[in-house]
């Protein structure tokens, strides 16, 4: 390689660590953003999510709450990114899919958020239900009452006996984790334990439902589906813009150090070209005054 091509190769490199340098910049403010709204996010949903296991532990018998006596087909929601360059941000929250899947001894349906869960089921051939994307960077709540609508309605029309939601919990820039959690039935997973701690504590119902509990439920459980689908749609988005910013910093520090290395290989052999220019003029000038 001349010093010609390596320099043009220095600049092609120094030019890449511009580019991600600057979108490493823009998921950094992006991830500051994101931050903010899952910091406002995450109490409600944690109050809602204890208030529904009060009502689960109540008892009764609607469907919505304790499920259905078989399990025929599971409907599995995951939410990834619309964009790569996230290092293997999407490839753990799949994983993680194809993990539940494979638990599962009912035929399970996909629920998709995100083209890279599009993309990675049509590689697979496996057929997607419904898929919704354009929106990962920045998800809004209309978008979450849509996905939630449809799983809810999924589980009231009798296609799908359970739902589950897959998706990247953010822990921050460096840690995002593929976490499974299952929307409906409300009850818990664990439906002995319950039934032990509400035995020893006496059972019966904590409260008294007003108005009545089919009609709360019916108007409760989609609440709180569009209200968990939303948190882990910002969850997801945070953790997306962490991962992308952790991806093109290193990206940046590798392309840094590969153009620094490159360069002090071109000055090496520019040195060696003016020493050989020198011993040729040298031994040019001895040969003369011979």
């Known amino acids: ?29 992006k991830l500051s953003r994101a931050r903010e709204r899952l910091d406002r996010i995450r109490p409600y949903t944690d ?3 204890e208030m529904m296991r009060d009502i689960a532990s109540a008892g009764g018998d609607n469907p919505l709450l304790v499920g259905r006596e078989e399990v025929n087909t599971v409907a599995i929601c995951t939410i990834t990114s619309d964009r790569g360059l996230a290092g293997a941000f999407n490839a753990q929250a799949l994983r993680r899919t194809m993990a539940l899947a494979q638990e599962q001894s009912a035929d399970v349906m996909h629920v998709v958020s995100g083209r890279k869960a599009v993309e990675f089921f049509r590689f697979q051939r496996t057929n997607v239900e419904e898929a919704y994307t354009g929106f990962s ?15 809810t309605q999924l589980f009231q029309d009798e296609e799908a006996d359970e739902v589950h939601l897959v998706y990247n919990e953010f822990q921050n820039a460096l840690v995002q984790n593929p976490i499974a959690v299952r929307l409906l039935p409300v009850g818990s997973e664990t439906g002995e334990e319950d039934e032990e701690e509400g035995g020893e504590e006496g059972g019966g119902a904590p409260f008294e439902f007003v108005p009545g509990p089919e009609e709360l439920l019916d108007r409760l459980v989609p609440k709180y589906v569009e209200t968990l689908m939303f948190r882990a749609l910002y969850e997801s988005a945070a953790g997306e813009h962490g991962a ?10 590798s392309a840094n150090e590969m153009a620094e290395d490159l360069q002090q290989q071109m000055n090496k052999m520019r040195q060696a070209a003016i020493t050989q220019e020198i011993i040729e003029i040298a031994a040019a000038a001895e040969a003369l005054g011979g």
């Open 47 to 49: 109050n809602m999510q």
């Open 244 to 253: 992308r910013m952790s991806a093109m910093k290193a990206a940046t520090d």
């Open 1 to 29: 390689m001349s010093v010609q091509d390596m320099q043009k190769q220095i600049e092609s490199i120094n030019n890449t660590a511009k580019m991600t340098g600057a979108m490493q910049t823009i998921s950094a403010v």
């Open 137 to 151: 960077d920045n998800p809004s709540y209309e978008k979450a009452r849509e996905i939630g609508h449809h799983l």
